[in-house]
C-alpha cells in the first residue's frame, strides 16, 4: 500500500475515532448512557485518535511487534481495543444478570411472606 492510501487510511480512523467520542458525548449529555460504562468507549476511541495520528507510533509498534506493515498493526490495536470494550460489557451483564435473579428470587420470598400474612389474617378475624 502506497503513501496516499496509508494517509487516507489513517485519516479515515481519525475521522471515525472523533465521531465516536462526539457520539459518546453526546449520548451521555442526553443521559442515554450511563458515565462508568461511557469511560471504554472513549479511552478506545481516543487510542484510536492517537494512534492514527502518530504514524511514527504506529511504526515503532508495528515493528515492536513484527508487523511488516504499520496499517496491521493498527488493525491489530483497534481490534484489541475493542474486543477489550466488549470483554468488560460482558462482565457488567453478567453481574447485571446475577443481580437481577437475586432480586427476582427477593421479591418471589416477600411476594410469599405477603400472601401468607394476608391470608393469616383473613383467617384471624372473624367475618
Known amino acids: 500500500m502506497d503513501h496516499e492510501n496509508t494517509a487516507r487510511l489513517l485519516n479515515l480512523t481519525t475521522l471515525l475515532s472523533a465521531a465516536l467520542i462526539l457520539l459518546v458525548l453526546l449520548s451521555l449529555r442526553r443521559a442515554h448512557i450511563r458515565v462508568e460504562y461511557s469511560v471504554s468507549w ?30 496491521m498493526a493498527l488493525l491489530l490495536i483497534s481490534l484489541g481495543a475493542f474486543l477489550l470494550v466488549f470483554f468488560r460489557f460482558s462482565v457488567i451483564i453478567s453481574h447485571l444478570k446475577d443481580a437481577n435473579i437475586a432480586l427476582a428470587q427477593k421479591v418471589a420470598v416477600l411476594e410469599y411472606r405477603l400472601q401468607y400474612l394476608h391470608e393469616e389474617r383473613k383467617t384471624a378475624t372473624p367475618g
Not at 57 to 64: I, K, V
Request: hydrophobic share 65%; aromatic share 4%; no cysteine.
Open 42 to 71: 472513549l479511552t478506545a476511541a481516543v487510542v484510536l485518535l492517537i494512534v492514527s495520528r502518530a504514524p511514527s507510533a504506529l511504526a515503532w509498534t508495528a515493528s515492536m511487534l513484527g508487523i511488516a506493515n504499520p496499517l
